[in-house]
């Protein structure tokens, strides 16, 4: 891996998509979004997606000029169309949008249908918390799970944010109903490491951490087994519905086609309820818990932290194969 600095990782990847004929004010944004996920450590939904993003757009998958439009609303309840325009900017969009609702009503929630692929689920539930908000967000995705019983892949990995605003470093949980997201595998096998625990089956079945070996089986494992199976279920049913979108069995497995996907974003406003502002009191007292399991236990959250200093002060590391390609663009 090599370090660069994040100013230049991000005036790069504008740089592309001014190029590719986005907007100056979006270009900043997208890029933005792309170049904070390599920097929290999520490569695979940062930098090294980029360039299968770009591919998106001269494929005509994602339109670069399309933005969200409110389609129906009820009360603090709102559907949106985000019209295939490039997913994180309608996620950025609808997040923003939950919280404006739940600074008027307590509560905020779009749901949104029609969009591509979000990125790094983790930056709106970041993008929440860091505006004093809860934040709770999920996707559907294209059938890329198979659900517990079964050899084909037929539910979505799915990915669930959950984010708590805290003073000393929200608390924000970023998970896939697969063990390891496709990204995160794709990852381990470009560094050469194995899984650290089992992360799907091999081609004859057998439960494996060879990140090459689950990839070609297609055969990832979900968490929990039979309950993020479930999970990952209604998630899905919970998506389409509110949003009046697709559900996972109706978008392409094709990774390059993956779009059309519905979304959910939900804001609390904790300030509003919390009348006696004993909530960083109770978050403190939460976190300090945890502590008693000792040092090696974190809070959801706090590593990204760490590696956000860290990389900020010495440099993104970013795998120079995909530096390389991400200048060619």
């Not at 389409?240 to 779009?259: F, M, V």
Request: aromatic letters at 6%.
């Amino acid at each position: 891996m090599i370090r660069i600095p994040f100013d230049e990782v991000h005036r790069v990847l504008t740089g592309v998509l001014l190029a590719l004929g986005f907007e100056p004010a979006r270009a900043q944004l997208s890029a933005r979004l792309f170049a904070e996920s390599t920097r929290d450590g999520v490569h695979s939904h940062g930098i090294n997606r980029f360039p299968r993003f770009v591919q998106q757009i001269r494929d005509r998958v994602v339109d670069i000029h399309a933005s969200p439009e409110l389609v129906a609303t009820c009360g603090a309840v709102e559907r949106w169309n985000g019209r295939r325009g490039p997913g994180n900017l309608n996620a950025h969009s609808s997040m923003q949008r939950a919280i404006a609702l739940c600074r008027e009503n307590g509560i905020g929630c779009v749901a949104l249908a029609n969009t591509s692929h979000w990125m790094r689920g983790g930056s709106y539930g970041w993008q929440a918390a860091e505006a004093g908000v809860i934040g709770i967000c999920w996707t559907n995705t294209q059938p890329n799970l198979p659900p517990w019983g079964a050899t084909k892949p037929l539910v979505g990995n799915n990915p669930l944010v959950i984010a708590v605003p805290r003073a000393a470093g929200p608390v924000v949980l970023d998970i896939a109903m697969s063990q390891f997201s496709f990204g995160a595998v794709e990852s381990y096998r470009l560094r050469g490491e194995q899984l650290p625990v089992d992360g799907g089956f091999d081609t004859g079945g057998v439960l494996t951490r060879d990140p090459a070996a689950i990839e070609a089986s297609g055969r990832m494992i979900p968490i929990g087994y039979w309950k993020g199976s479930g999970l990952a279920l209604i998630l899905d049913l919970v998506a389409a519905l509110l949003s009046g979108g697709s559900a996972t069995h109706q978008i392409p497995t094709d990774p390059i086609l993956e779009t059309g996907l519905s979304q959910v974003f939900l804001a609390l406003d904790l300030p509003s309820i919390d009348k006696n502002g004993i909530a960083e009191e109770v978050s403190r007292r939460v976190v300090e818990s945890l502590r008693a399991g000792g040092q090696t236990v974190r809070y959801p959250g706090e590593q990204t932290l760490r590696l956000r200093r860290e990389n900020l002060e010495l440099g993104i590391p970013v795998d120079p194969r995909i530096w390389q390609k991400v200048q060619t663009l």
